[in-house]
């Protein structure tokens, strides 16, 4: 699976930004699909995934202003962001993989197949 992911850019505080992943190679629709994120001198963090294309988790810090979803007709993967703060700059990374199980999900090394990052800069 080739996974791009886009849509970053800067945006103010309280303000929204969606990011896309689009997927080639395997469709991705029934597989776990994640985004994680990085900030400058910090660990790679969990965000958000979706379990084999169905239900959703979510990371305490971003539960109820982030939302993931996946279009399986466009084999694409979605990260509505709303509400940001300075604190979720990083660059946003998409993740999927067909053979995690629910327990390893919120782990990057879970996870085999990447995009390549898109920045989001979220200005005070």
């Known amino acids: 699976v080739q996974l791009q992911a886009s849509g970053g850019g800067l945006v103010q505080a309280g303000g929204s930004l969606s990011l896309s992943c689009a997927a080639s190679?395997?469709?991705?629709?029934?597989?776990?699909t994640a985004w994680f994120r990085q900030a400058p001198g910090k660990e790679r963090e969990f965000v958000a995934a979706?379990?084999?294309?169905?239900?959703?988790y979510y990371a305490d810090s971003v539960k109820g202003r982030f939302t993931i979803s996946g279009d399986n007709a466009k084999n694409m993967v979605y990260l509505l962001m709303s509400s940001l703060r300075p604190e979720d700059t990083a660059v946003y990374y998409c993740?999927?993989?067909?053979?995690?199980?629910?327990?390893?999900?919120?782990?990057?090394?879970?996870?085999?197949?990447w995009g390549q990052g898109t920045l989001v800069t979220v200005s005070s």
């Open positions: 993740a999927a993989d067909s053979s995690i199980i629910l327990s390893s999900i919120w782990f990057s090394r879970s996870y085999g197949y």
């Open positions: 190679g395997r469709t991705v629709g029934r597989q776990t």
């Open positions: 979706r379990f084999r294309g169905s239900h959703t």
